[in-house]
T-cell receptor, first 111, second 115 residues
Framework: GNSVTQMEGPVTLSEEAFLTINCTYT??????LFWYVQYPGEGLQLLLK?????DKGSNKGFEATYRKETTSFHLEKGSVQVSDSAVYFC??????????FGSGTKLNVKP | DVKVTQSSRYLVKRTGEKVFLECVQD?????MFWYRQDPGLGLRLIYF???????EKGDIPEGYSVSREKKERFSLILESASTNQTSMYLC??????????????FGEGSRLTVL
C-alpha cells in the first residue's frame, strides 16, 4: 500500500540555520510527491511538488528532490527565517484523487 | 483568489448530538474531500466526492456521513457525536482530469470539541 513517513518534531532552529526535514514513502507505481505547509491558524497550502523521479520541486527557498532509489523526498532550506515556523506535511498521490499524508513536522525558528 | 470556506472555526457539542460541518468552494472544483487532523497522525481521509451526489469512503468513514447536493458544497455529518470525534476537520477541493495539477486547496479547518 501507500504510506508516508516523516521525521518527528518539533524541530527547533535558530534563524539562518540550514533545515532538513526527512520524508520517505512506500508506494505502488509512480506517485507524485508534495510538501504542504500549515501556518498557525491556517489550512494547509502547497509548498512544492515533484511528479517524477529526479525532479526537483522548489518554492520560497525550499527544495526537495524526488529520489526513487531511496524512496525519499527530503525538504531542505539553506537559511530559515522566523516566518518559516509552521507544520510541514509530506504527501503522495498516485491518481491525484487520493492523497496520503505524513504525520507532520513542526518547525520552530527562533530569532 | 481561490477560496475554500468552512462554516465554523470552532464548535463545542455534547455527546450524542448531530453535528453538521459545511464546506463551500468557489473554484468550480469537481473533487471535494473531508480530512481529520490529529497530532501525530497527520491527515486521514474521511470521505471524498468526485461529483454531485457521488461519494467514496476514505480511510476512516465510521461514524461519519457526507452530502453533496451542489457542486460547490460538501457537508460532513456526525450522526451522533462521540468524544473520540474531538478533532480538527479540514475540507479540501481540487480539479479533475487535465486541469488537475495535483494541488489540493484547503479550508482553514473546523475544530470540534465533543463533551
Amino acid at each position: 500500500g501507500n504510506s508516508v513517513t516523516q521525521m518527528e518534531g518539533p524541530v527547533t532552529l535558530s534563524e539562518e540555520a540550514f533545515l532538513t526535514i526527512n520524508c520517505t514513502y512506500t508506494a505502488t507505481g509512480y506517485p507524485s510527491l508534495f510538501w504542504y505547509v500549515q501556518y498557525p491558524g491556517e489550512g494547509l497550502q502547497l509548498l512544492l511538488k515533484a511528479t517524477k523521479a529526479d525532479d526537483k520541486g522548489s518554492n520560497k527557498g525550499f527544495e526537495a528532490t524526488y529520489r526513487k532509489e531511496t524512496t525519499s523526498f527530503h525538504l531542505e532550506k539553506g537559511s530559515v527565517q522566523v516566518s518559516d515556523s509552521a507544520v510541514y506535511f509530506c504527501a503522495l498521490t498516485g491518481n491525484f484523487n487520493k492523497f496520503y499524508f505524513g504525520s507532520g513536522t513542526k518547525l520552530n525558528v527562533k530569532p | 483568489d481561490v477560496k475554500v470556506t468552512q462554516s465554523s472555526r470552532y464548535l463545542v457539542k455534547r455527546t450524542g448530538e448531530k453535528v453538521f460541518l459545511e464546506c463551500v468552494q468557489d473554484m468550480d472544483h469537481e473533487n471535494m474531500f473531508w480530512y481529520r487532523q490529529d497530532p501525530g497522525l497527520g491527515l486521514r481521509l474521511i470521505y471524498f466526492s468526485y461529483d454531485v451526489k457521488m461519494k467514496e469512503k476514505g480511510d476512516i468513514p465510521e461514524g461519519y456521513s457526507v452530502s453533496r447536493e451542489k457542486k460547490e458544497r460538501f457537508s460532513l455529518i456526525l450522526e451522533s457525536a462521540s468524544t473520540n470525534q474531538t478533532s480538527m476537520y479540514l475540507c479540501a477541493s481540487s480539479f479533475q482530469g487535465p486541469r488537475n495539477t495535483g494541488e489540493l486547496f484547503f479550508g482553514e479547518g473546523s475544530r470540534l470539541t465533543v463533551l
